[in-house]
């Protein structure tokens, strides 16, 4: 609850609030909930990415910080602040110096006088760890769980939708150390627990999915997920609810294959059927008959590329997010970044054409020979659709080639098995066949995860356990995006005319409408119930504005107050309208009435 004191209650006047809204939609506005919230006058747009935060705006903040505040305290993290500004050795140290700053690196960095290089914070874990090393030795003082709120600075390659995906929001962090795995485990259920209680504390509808947790591995890390059409997630969750994933990690069954003809001839002649659909419509075959073969370049730590050649079902699609994390374990090596090898690549690298289109599984390493700075030896992975199947056509190394009835003893074996296909809305689920993956959108508000000890080994820090020995702390991460969820609240909350928001996060509780603020009757009417609210400790706000009715009903809707009380004509009889902006329910009422229900409905509403 926000204090009212006689200062804020002039600013709980609309007539005081440097509130400017707008009747048109904004260009460059286009999900819902950034349309409504820059005409609602709640942000504005400073620059590219970057927003200011208005009066009414920073209300919903402080609400879903104090209860993000209260959740953490209750869950045993200690708030804490660090700095934003953070010195490159430390991130060098850490190994991720060069991948954030160079390329598509998103951090802001810049120099000081004294030319030393910083960085502004995109995320704390090389400065924490840093801390917890130099502050905890032993594991007596284990575990330990620290959180902060504040502006993080992220130089996003493309910010868009207000505050979804802004280069300056704020977020709340927490990180966790302990002696051991297990419990890291413990406190990861704790957090899991609080973001569940946040989440919902906040009015919002969210699904935890299992999420990407990098090239590291084994780790479990969970996404909070809002719903909604213009989330930039796809998500997949099984009828039955008891599996749910982000696409980039969502492990399924894939479809039925059919078997092979054994009539076909064992070579195809496939000139000028430049696609998976002409190869199958030319030569009456199904794409689940077919491996294709695709070649890739992958940009590993120490500057060194690495030549990829894959192998999938063909009605399969590649996911980039598996993929990398595969090379990566494989390799057990940091990538940066993996491209399709094209024509270009081939003549920079000084080598001759490949049989593109007709490529199979056994490309000979020779096509490497002489390549400049690649490696010449592929790397050959192959996904688990395709090394599923005993026989299949593939490519024949010779442009307008393909062999039918390969086996993978026939074209050199399996040297990797992976999984890195894309699992898909109606494949079905790993832990029940007869349940199909559905897809939807959903918008990240949250994610936790289990670190392990990739930061603490890097940064070279640890404590002394109970048998002595010195050994690197288990670390855990929390993020809440919290200006993205109060966009997010209002994606899932609003209609045609404006925000509708949750009751425990909106700017106010109530308004209280003065429908003709030159009605002397009116004019003290409405005063009387904005001053009683206020005393019976309700957030409220009162329209004192001179403007027409119809203009302050309309603001009304679009800022979205959850209660609203009109003062209009029946003044006199000493009658109010209460007005619900939820379910747009209103009642006439006598002034008395109108405050207890007001009252009771707001109290029972919080809880
Ligand atoms: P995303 O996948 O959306 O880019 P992320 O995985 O990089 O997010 P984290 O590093 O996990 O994000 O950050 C924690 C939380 O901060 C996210 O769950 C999200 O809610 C929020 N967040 C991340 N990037 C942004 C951004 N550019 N603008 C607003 N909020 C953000
Ligand atoms: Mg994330």
């Not at 929001?169 to 259920?189: C, G, P, R, V, W």
């Not at 704790?190 to 919002?204: N, S």
């Not at 002649?269 to 794409?287: A, H, K, M, R, V």
């Not at 009605?519 to 309700?538: F, P, S, T």
Request: aromatic share 6%; glycine share 8%.
């Amino acid at each position: 609850m926000l204090s009212s004191g006689s200062s804020d209650e002039i600013a709980m006047r609309v007539s005081r609030l440097m509130l400017v809204t707008l009747r048109d939609t904004p260009a460059d506005a286009v999900i819902p909930s950034h349309q409504l919230l820059i005409r609602g006058g709640y942000i504005r747009r400073v620059t590219n990415g970057i927003y200011a935060y208005m009066p009414l705006m920073w209300r919903v903040l402080r609400k879903i910080i104090a209860i993000v505040q209260e959740e953490m305290d209750n869950a045993g993290s200690l708030q804490t602040l660090l700095p934003q500004l953070h010195p490159a050795e430390l991130w060098e140290k850490s190994g991720r110096w060069q991948s954030y700053t160079e390329g598509e690196g998103i951090m802001f960095h810049l120099k000081d006088r004294q030319g030393k290089a910083l960085g502004l914070g995109p995320t704390h874990e090389e400065v924490v760890t840093t801390l917890a090393g130099e502050l905890l030795n032993s594991y007596r003082q284990l575990p330990i769980n620290i959180y902060q709120i504040q502006t993080k600075f992220r130089d996003e390659i493309r910010p868009r939708f207000g505050l979804m995906r802004s280069r300056e929001f704020i977020m709340k962090d927490a990180y966790s150390f302990h002696a051991n795995e297990e419990d890291l485990q413990s406190t990861y259920k704790r957090m899991e627990a609080a973001y569940k209680t946040i989440f919902d504390r906040c009015g919002l509808i969210t699904v935890g999915v299992d999420a990407d947790s990098g090239a590291i591995g084994g780790a479990a890390s969970q996404e909070f997920m809002v719903t909604a059409e213009a989330g930039e997630d796809l998500i997949l969750i099984a009828n039955d609810g008891k599996y749910s994933a982000n696409q980039e990690k969502a492990i399924s069954i894939a479809p039925n294959k059919k078997v092979l003809n054994k009539e076909n001839p064992s070579i195809l002649e496939t000139s000028n059927q430049n696609s998976i659909e002409d190869l199958c419509t030319s030569n009456n075959l199904d794409p689940t008959q077919i491996v294709k073969v695709l070649a890739l370049i992958a940009t590993i730590e120490n500057n060194e590329t690495q030549p990829l050649l894959l192998s999938l079902r063909a009605d399969q699609d590649l996911n980039d997010i598996k993929l990398s994390n595969e090379i990566s374990k494989i390799l057990n090596a940091q990538v940066f970044e993996i491209k399709p090898i094209t024509v270009e690549q081939l003549k920079i690298q000084g080598l001759s054409d490949w049989p593109f289109g007709s490529l199979g599984p056994d490309l000979d390493n020779e096509v490497l020979n002489g390549a400049k700075s690649w490696k010449k030896t592929f790397l050959r992975c192959v996904d688990h659709t395709a090394a599923d199947l005993e026989s299949f056509v593939c490519g024949a190394n010779e442009i307008g080639y393909h062999r039918s009835h390969a086996t993978w003893e026939t074209v050199g074996g399996i040297q990797n098995r992976v999984d890195i296909r894309t699992a898909k809305h109606g494949d079905k689920c790993i832990h029940d066949p007869t349940q199909a993956l559905e897809e939807c959108r959903g918008i990240e508000v949250g994610h936790i995860f289990q670190l392990g000890r990739k930061y603490s080994k890097a940064l070279e820090v640890g404590f002394t356990n109970e048998a002595g020995h010195q050994e690197p702390f288990w670390m855990g991460c929390y993020g809440i995006g919290v200006s993205r969820l109060a966009q997010a609240a209002v994606e899932q909350n609003h209609d045609e005319l404006g925000i509708c928001w949750p009751l425990t996060i909106a700017p106010f509780e109530a308004i209280v409408v003065i429908a003709n603020q030159k009605d002397e009757i009116q004019r003290e009417l409405g005063e009387k119930v904005y001053k009683n609210l206020l005393e019976a400790g309700i957030d409220a706000l009162l329209d004192d504005r001179n403007e027409r009715a119809g203009v302050k009903f309309k603001d009304a809707d679009l800022i979205g107050i959850p209660f609203r009380i009109v003062v209009g004509r029946e003044a006199s009889l000493g009658k109010v309208e209460l007005f619900k902006r939820q379910t747009r329910q209103l009642k006439l009422l006598s002034v008395e009435e109108a405050q207890k229900q007001l009252l009771s409905e707001i109290f029972a509403n919080k809880g």
